[in-house]
Nanobody, 125 residues
Framework: VQLQASGGGLVQTGDSLRLSCTAS???????MGWFRQAPGKEREFVAR????????SYADSVKGRFTISRSNMKNTVYLQMNNLKPEDTAVYYC????????????????????WGQGTLVTVSS
């Protein structure tokens, strides 16, 4: 599957953004995740959504502010980001995995096999 992320930009603290990631191939076969990499830091898990039943999970740092969703009809996964903070500044990547949803490694980037090119989100204070 090929992934194309979009929707990043420059916003102010407290603003909202919605990222999109459009996929080719058998999108519904994959659990989808969003990761981010801030300057000088390692890439980290942000959120994921189950391939079919709508289940989601989030990193503690974004819980209550970010919402991940998907449309298998549109082959697209979304990340709605509200109440953005300067520490959310990062390049955001969408990724796809077939690792079992309940597995401990299911939020580990090493187990996501396909990646989009990343979209930059900058939050100014």
């Amino acid at each position: 599957v090929q992934l194309q992320a979009s929707g990043g930009g420059l916003v102010q603290t407290g603003d909202s953004l919605r990222l999109s990631c459009t996929a080719s191939g058998r999108f519904s076969n994959y659990h989808m995740g969003w990761f981010r990499q801030a300057p000088g830091k390692e890439r980290e898990f942000v959120a994921r959504v189950h391939r079919s039943d709508g289940a989601t999970s989030y990193a503690d740092s974004v819980k209550g502010r970010f919402t991940i969703s998907r449309s298998n009809m549109k082959n697209t996964v979304y990340l709605q980001m509200n109440n953005l903070k300067p520490e959310d500044t990062a390049v955001y990547y969408c990724a796809a995995t077939t690792v079992v949803w309940s597995a401990a490694e299911s939020t580990a980037e090493a187990y996501y096999y396909y990646w989009g090119q990343g979209t930059l989100v900058t939050v100014s204070s």
